[in-house]
């Protein structure tokens, strides 16, 4: 089993800016894909970014390209999402998750094996 804990989420000024951790635990491979999701309320859960683990594969929603960036700590066996120039639209409930088998970064929620149980990032205007 593989457990996620995300940590770092609350209230913001449009403009600000945020970072997310998720922590991994339990058992893991080195060929993992993280992504992080995010869910607004009455809509569908939506990919955000996501990272091979091992290697400095990335991938972005157009949604968020040049404002957020996904990185990873491997002695720490942490994932992070690093959030600027923040907008009231970006305002969900964010989630972790991860894929065992790398067929490439994934987008869609279906492909991926675990979840963390979400963190609220809220942005005023």
């Known amino acids: 089993q593989v457990q996620l804990v995300e940590s770092g989420g609350g209230l913001v000024q449009a403009g600000g800016s945020l970072r997310l951790s998720c922590a991994v635990s339990?058992?893991?491979?080195?060929?993992?894909?993280m992504g992080w999701f995010r869910q607004a309320p009455g809509k569908e859960r939506e990919f955000v970014a996501g990272?091979?683990?091992?290697?400095?594969?990335?991938s972005y929603a157009d949604s968020v390209k040049g404002r957020f960036t996904i990185s990873r700590e491997n002695a720490k066996n942490t994932v992070y999402l690093q959030m600027n120039s923040l907008k009231p639209e970006d305002t969900a409930v964010y989630y972790c998750?991860?894929?065992?088998?790398?067929?490439?970064?994934?987008?869609?929620?279906?492909?991926?094996?675990?979840w963390g149980q979400g963190t609220q990032v809220t942005v005023s205007s």
């Open positions: 998750a991860a894929r065992i088998l790398y067929v490439g970064i994934v987008t869609r929620p279906r492909e991926y094996d675990y």
């Open positions: 339990g058992r893991t491979f080195s060929n993992y894909v």
């Open positions: 990272i091979r683990w091992s290697g400095s594969i990335t």
